[in-house]
């Protein structure tokens, strides 16, 4: 069972930043309005994610790191949302296989912290600890007990890049949450709780937001929001581009290719413009399941969702060439 854990995690913990990603959207889903996160030789060494949110009484926190444990089911009707969401009470199971992790919360409201300790996957008992209402996890030397995943890791500063990307896209979606991100002792990032043009000003650069065009689409339960690099923004490089469905980050051919086609269909010539983008829409007409890291999607109507997207954005971009 152990190695069968192992074995999972590697589909779910490429790396580092697949790690980071499981335990900010934890933090997100407990409602935070506050999260740290602390790095060292790019995640590899240390992984911590402090937040403020609603917190794990003691008795669940062995739950918390059981494999299909997961306090986010209720109801069979839930059971829908959730199979469409990719909820799956596997993160955390996962990383405590595969690495020394400490899981530590008070719950609001409660005068008391506990904390569990988990080393190659095996629990240790709960006790006492000292934390402010909210959680901590931490995790320590990834992949310590797996050698040969390890050995697949890049240079630290590869691997720092993904969890610093990761960190963007989960901050970018969440302007109204605070966070805070720190490598090696430093502090890399600092975002105050703000609007999302002030969030996207801080992540894409303020001359972004200063000459971006807004896009505001809506149409049979789709709606298109955020920016677009207006036609004259000259700095747009391939990494500017989010695209978020439902809120999550994805990478997703359709779109791309549909806002691509947009810009080339004013300006005549190809280039990789710079967005951030947020297409909302009923989570019946997505598929989040397709990959288990949930970075790529399957719309079920993808010819009606690029035709959308391709207008919204063509939209704006052909009213100030016009
Ligand atoms: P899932 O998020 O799919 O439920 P996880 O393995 O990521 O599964 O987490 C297991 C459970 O641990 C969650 O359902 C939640 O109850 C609890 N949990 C994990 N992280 C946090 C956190 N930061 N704050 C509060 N509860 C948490
Ligand atoms: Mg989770």
Redesign the pocket.
């Known amino acids: 069972d152990h190695l069968v854990n192992q074995i999972a995690a590697g589909e779910v913990v490429e790396r580092p930043a697949s790690a980071l990603k499981?335990m900010l959207?934890?933090?997100l889903?407990?409602g935070a309005g506050k999260i740290s996160v602390d790095l060292a030789q790019g995640g590899i060494k240390l992984i911590r994610v402090t937040?403020n949110?609603?917190?794990?009484a003691p008795d669940?926190l062995p739950l918390?790191l059981d494999r299909h444990?997961?306090?986010?089911i209720h109801s069979l009707s839930d059971l829908e949302s959730v199979a469409t969401l990719g909820?799956?009470?596997?993160?955390?199971?996962s990383v405590a296989s595969v690495s020394r992790l400490t899981l530590t919360?008070r719950p609001q409201d409660s005068a008391h912290a506990h904390q569990i300790v988990a080393i190659d996957g095996t629990l240790h008992p709960v006790e006492p600890a000292a934390h402010p209402e909210g959680?901590s996890?931490e995790v320590v030397d990834l992949y310590f007990n797996t050698p040969a995943r390890r050995k697949f890791l890049k240079s630290e500063a590869t691997e720092y890049a993904h969890c610093s990307a990761t960190f963007e896209r989960i901050a970018l979606a969440h302007p109204h949450v605070e966070f805070l991100l720190r490598h090696n002792g430093k502090v890399v990032q600092r975002l105050p709780a703000q609007t999302l043009a002030e969030r996207i000003g801080a992540i894409l650069g303020r001359d972004f937001v200063d000459a971006a065009l807004t896009v505001d689409a809506e149409a049979a339960g789709l709606t298109l929001r955020g920016l677009v690099a207006s036609p004259t923004y000259s700095k747009a490089s391939r990494d500017a581009q989010y695209f978020y469905v439902n809120g999550r980050f994805v990478r997703d051919k359709l779109a791309q290719h549909a806002i691509r086609q947009a810009f080339r269909d004013v300006l005549h010539h190809e280039r990789h413009p710079c967005y951030a983008l947020f297409l909302t829409l009923p989570p019946e007409g997505v598929d989040v399941n397709v990959h288990p890291t949930k970075i790529e999607v399957r719309f079920r109507e993808s010819q009606a969702i690029h035709q959308f997207v391709f207008h919204g954005v063509n939209k704006v971009l052909a009213n100030t060439v016009a």
Do not use: C, P
């Open positions: 499981e959207e934890n933090s889903d407990a937040d949110g609603s917190g794990i669940d918390a444990a997961t306090s986010k909820f799956r009470g596997e993160g955390l199971a919360s959680t996890v």
